[in-house]
């Protein structure tokens, strides 16, 4: 009894450390989540933050992009112009020297056609108007020389106006080139200026988020601390309250084991004197003294029944087989039993016990058909012809 007590004792114990081992790991687990919680909010935290600097800086570098866009418009606006400009005056001067020499080959030609025609009006009047020709030839050389003097002054004229045309477009281009210079130069020291501006001002509104996320994260995380130091205080006495009740759960199973083994011991004692019983019975059993079994044979009209008297400890021992006409009872059995001497020699006895038992038939039996029943001592088996 003591050891079964003992045994209650050992497994009530691992039962309780079984218990708190899972307590531990619960809070072990619970503290586990806390801080893998606290890591993942950081984490969020700091990917927020991250994306809130890319996203002003993706906004800085798209406004960043346009104002080079709108510079390098201008830029190519001005070199146009100066190319437009260049070009415009590479053309009135191409213009210039085309009409110059145009103007010189036809006073050239005019010159030769004159000169064929007074030639020939000469040559012609020669005879004729020998006193007329030196004074048409002198108003002639005349007329050429004021025509001479009139075309080179004609071309003189155009010369200047087209140099001065020239000068003036040359000045504006100039004055024009100038004045957007100093427009684009004012225009990007604004834009630089608005920049500058704009970067401290996003800067300082990122600056004020930033404070903000980081209090409210703060606070946050105080809140969710709180709320695991409460938890955990609550599990504690959740805990202490469910282990006072197991314990109490315990020591009323404890007493009801105990009970049990005391039915289970006097339930053995029971049971140990009804074998001792048996034993002295089978010791006192006739059937272990005789030599052979004796079974009857009686005649049915479909069969036959075979009857023979057994022991009703031992009606399992006993066997019927057929061969053609021929019944065989057997019966085999084995004893065992041992004692011990007062001086410590323990005598063990084996005992094998084989009777077998053959009965002849007028017919052929059929071993499929065959009914066995016990009552009285006697084991009966009927057994239909085939």
């Given amino acids: 009894m003591s050891n079964a007590i003992r045994d209650v004792e050992k497994l009530n114990s691992r039962q309780i450390e079984t218990v708190k081992r899972r307590g531990e790991r619960e809070i072990k687990t619970i503290e586990n989540a806390h801080q893998n919680i606290k890591a993942e ?102 007329r050429i020389e004021d025509m001479k003097n009139s075309k080179q002054q004609e071309y003189t004229d155009i010369e200047s106006f087209h140099q001065d045309k020239i000068n003036h477009q040359g000045q504006e281009f100039t004055e024009r080139f100038t004045n957007e210079g100093r427009n684009f130069q004012k225009m990007k020291n604004d834009q630089d200026n608005y920049f500058k501006k704009e970067r401290m001002t996003t800067n300082q509104r ?35 309250k469910k282990y006072s009740d197991q314990l109490s759960r315990h020591n009323v199973g404890f ?64 066997h019927i087989s057929f061969n053609g006409k021929e019944a065989i009872i057997s019966f085999n059995r084995r004893y065992t039993d041992a004692n011990k001497t007062p001086d410590g020699t323990i005598n063990k006895v084996n005992k094998v016990e084989s009777f077998t038992t053959r009965l002849q038939t007028d017919t052929v039996l059929d071993p499929k058909s065959v009914k066995s029943s016990f009552e009285n001592g006697v084991m009966t088996y009927i057994v239909k012809k085939v």
């Avoid at 191409?94 to 005019?110: A, P, Q, Y």
């Avoid at 404070?211 to 205080?233: A, F, P």
């Avoid at 009703?312 to 021992?317: A, P, R, T, V």
């Fill in 41 to 142: 909010i950081k984490k969020a935290h700091a990917a927020e933050i991250v994306d809130v600097q890319n996203n002003q800086h993706h906004q800085l570098n798209q406004e960043t992009e346009k104002k080079e866009k709108v510079l390098a418009e201008m830029r190519n606006h001005l070199q146009k112009t100066k190319d437009l400009t260049d070009k415009e005056l590479k053309s009135l001067k191409n213009l210039t020297e085309t009409e110059k020499i145009e103007l010189g080959r036809k006073l050239s030609h005019d010159r030769s056609r004159i000169n064929e025609e007074h030639s020939l009006y000469l040559e012609e009047l020669n005879d004729r108007y020998s006193t007329e020709s030196q004074k048409v030839n002198l108003d002639g050389k005349k």
């Fill in 255 to 318: 007493k009801t084991l105990e009970e049990k083994n005391k039915k289970v011991i006097d339930d053995l004692k029971t049971n140990l004197t009804a074998q001792i019983t048996t034993i002295a019975s089978k010791n006192d059993d006739p059937f272990f003294k005789f030599e052979a079994l004796k079974p009857r044979l009686k005649y049915l009209e479909d069969g036959v029944e075979i009857t023979v008297e057994i022991p009703e400890h031992s009606k399992q021992d006993a």
């Fill in 206 to 240: 990122q600056q004020i988020e930033m404070q903000k996320l980081t209090e409210s994260h703060t606070g946050h995380i105080e809140v969710r601390d709180n709320d695991y130091r409460k938890g955990l205080k609550d599990q504690d006495l959740f805990f202490e």
